[in-house]
């Protein structure tokens, strides 16, 4: 894993569109794929659900990263929404952070049919994977059928926008 210096979402920079994606901000997902010992996972702002029969999950993933290669594997994936208690997890997803002994150790994790889910997240889907990866500028995209969905209270969602984590309050809304 490499740890970035920068941020690839900072407001300085030469890369207009990188800019403009900073600004739309969003909830922290974590994606997970494999199996002990060899998972792997990748935080993402840049995804959507759209409903449908069947759900669709799509997400633009880093091409070099450890998930993609993962995916070129084996289809399944959880799809996690992170909390802002996970704010260090998610650095360690990210890159932006040291994980002495890996990403997987800052948290409480247990495997699933797609793939390793935290235990604490407050809501998660399991997917498969429709088709191969598509290269789309910087990333591929990643698109897969929802399986399976668990959705608990949420106690404070992880936003991130321009670089930063927010909390509900921070952003200007009303967590109830």
């Known amino acids: 894993m490499t740890i970035?210096?920068?941020h690839p979402f900072a407001e300085e920079g030469d890369d207009p569109v990188?800019?403009?994606?900073?600004?739309?901000g969003g909830t922290v997902s974590l994606w997970t794929?494999?199996?002990?010992?060899?998972?792997?996972?990748l935080t993402l702002t840049s995804f959507m659900?759209?409903?449908?029969?069947?759900?669709?999950?799509?997400?633009?993933v880093d091409p070099e990263s450890a998930l993609a290669e993962s995916l070129a594997d084996s289809p399944e994936l959880v799809v996690q929404l992170l909390e802002w208690r996970h704010r260090g997890l998610a650095?360690?997803?990210a890159g932006m952070m040291p994980a002495p002994g890996g990403a997987f150790r800052a948290g409480e994790w247990r495997d699933t049919e797609w793939g390793p889910l935290l235990t604490d997240a407050s809501a998660w889907l399991g997917a498969r994977l429709v088709g191969e990866p598509r290269p789309s500028g910087w990333s591929l995209l990643v698109e897969a059928a929802?399986?399976?969905?668990?959705?608990?209270?949420?106690e404070q969602p992880l936003l991130h926008r321009r670089g930063?984590?927010?909390s509900l309050?921070?952003?200007g809304v009303d967590s109830a």
Do not use: T
């Not at 990188?18 to 739309?24: A, E, I, N, V």
């Not at 794929?33 to 996972?41: I, N």
């Not at 659900?49 to 633009?60: K, S």
């Open 91 to 93: 650095e360690a997803f």
């Open 18 to 24: 990188r800019r403009f994606r900073g600004r739309l």
């Open 33 to 41: 794929a494999g199996a002990a010992p060899d998972r792997v996972g």
């Open 49 to 60: 659900l759209v409903h449908g029969e069947p759900a669709r999950v799509i997400g633009a």
């Open 169 to 171: 309050g921070q952003a």
């Open 4 to 6: 970035h210096q920068e």
């Open 146 to 154: 929802v399986e399976h969905v668990e959705v608990a209270p949420s």
């Open 164 to 166: 930063r984590y927010l």
